[in-house]
């Protein structure tokens, strides 16, 4: 059964930083297009970062540029986001994503994929 299993949440300070995987069978999953999302408490699931399936193609939400980054590794089969200078308005459950989609921006402007992971919960708080 093809899965996506997110790992590095926690509880950090603002101003720290985390860096979530997101583990998939690689043989399965290299041409699809990743994405990361959040969900924060009585809002909607939103699209933070996505990337390509060889990982040239990126894309940010303006709420995180600059401070987020997203990478893959075809090999490993892990889609990182490394998330520096969180803030409390960062603390969200944050869910991995896989969709046979071309555009990046496509894939993080609708919370829709193929594969969904189980959610990694992230709280930024003093």
């Known amino acids: 059964q093809l899965r996506l299993v997110e790992s590095g949440g926690g509880l950090v300070q603002p101003g720290g930083s985390l860096r979530l995987v997101c583990e998939y069978p690689?043989?399965?999953?290299?041409?699809?297009?990743f994405g990361w999302y959040r969900q924060a408490p009585g809002k909607e699931r939103e699209g933070v970062s996505c990337?390509?399936?060889?990982?040239?193609?990126?894309y940010y939400a303006d709420s995180v540029k600059g401070r987020f980054t997203i990478s893959k590794d075809n090999p490993k089969g892990t889609v990182h986001l490394q998330m520096d200078t969180l803030t409390p308005e960062d603390t969200a459950v944050y869910y991995c994503?896989?969709?046979?989609?071309?555009?990046?921006?496509?894939?993080?402007?609708?919370?829709?994929?193929?594969?969904w992971g189980q959610g990694t919960q992230v709280t930024v708080s003093s």
């Open positions: 994503a896989a969709r046979r989609i071309f555009s990046v921006q496509a894939m993080c402007a609708v919370p829709k994929a193929d594969y």
């Open positions: 690689g043989y399965a999953f290299d041409s699809y297009t």
């Open positions: 990337i390509n399936g060889s990982g040239f193609s990126t």
